[in-house]
């Protein structure tokens, strides 16, 4: 049950896109088309954003799509606002009724 | 709306037990699969429990397997931790998650979370 993968941090400015990574491994994001995102503001309650890999709940801007090849998830945020800047994780199934966590990624939005 | 409410952190010393509990409202909550779900102090999110919908099995990280308990109660709409045997690394803040309608796909809605400090 090891971490997935993310790094630190990433910025960009309004309007443009920035692309969050997550890698794992053969036993989960390989595996699995069951990769959800979660934005979380200071203070706040972490908040779905994408799950199956590219689905977007109900209420979540088109802006925020996911993808995934092999064993790597990305969340792709385009038109950035300055309330898009939190704090993402990445989450997949591990199987055996289990999942895993990425580090997190810090957002700045310059 | 979905609310889940975390109460029963606080502070206990290493080897002491707690329970937390995670009120939930706004959803018919014997039809979900729920999770905890902890977030150490400067550190990233980590699944700890997972229990159905019908609480028949329960399903446990590694790091916390043999001394974690999940449970539910159906008929309280409340979700449960019993955590003995705490360590130092246990400290985080425990959060409630409820399943999407494939358990395995995610946790949609979370509460607040709950702080739980081990420390002597």
């Known amino acids: 049950q090891s971490a997935l993968t993310q790094s630190r941090s990433v910025s960009g400015s309004p309007g443009q896109s920035v692309t969050i990574s997550c890698t794992g491994t053969?036993?989960?994001?390989?595996?699995?088309?069951?990769v959800s995102w979660y934005q979380q503001h200071p203070g706040k309650a972490p908040k779905l954003i994408i799950y199956n890999v590219s689905q977007r709940p109900s209420g979540v801007p088109d802006r925020f799509s996911g993808s995934k090849s092999g064993k790597t998830a990305s969340l792709t945020i385009s038109g950035l606002q300055t309330e898009d800047e939190a704090d993402y994780s990445c989450c997949s199934y591990a199987g055996r009724s289990t999942w895993v966590f990425g580090g997190g990624t810090k957002l700045t939005v310059l | 709306q979905v609310q889940l409410v975390e109460s029963g952190g606080g502070v206990v010393q290493p080897g002491g037990s707690l329970r937390l509990s995670c009120a939930a409202s706004g959803f018919t909550f014997s039809g979900y699969a729920m999770h905890w779900v902890r977030q150490a102090p400067g550190k990233g999110l980590e699944w700890v429990a997972f229990?159905?919908?019908?609480?028949?099995?329960?399903y446990y990280a590694d790091s916390v397997k043999g001394r974690f308990t999940i449970s539910r109660d159906n008929s309280k709409n409340t979700l449960y931790l019993q955590m003995n045997s705490l360590r130092v690394e246990d400290t985080a803040v425990y959060s409630c998650?409820?399943?999407?309608?494939?358990?395995?796909?995610?946790?949609?809605?979370w509460g607040l979370g709950t702080l739980v400090t081990v420390s002597s």
């Open positions: 053969s036993s989960d994001v390989g595996s699995y088309n069951y």
């Open positions: 229990i159905p919908y019908t609480g028949s099995n329960t």
């Open positions: 998650a409820k399943g999407l309608d494939i358990a395995a796909a995610g946790f949609d809605y």
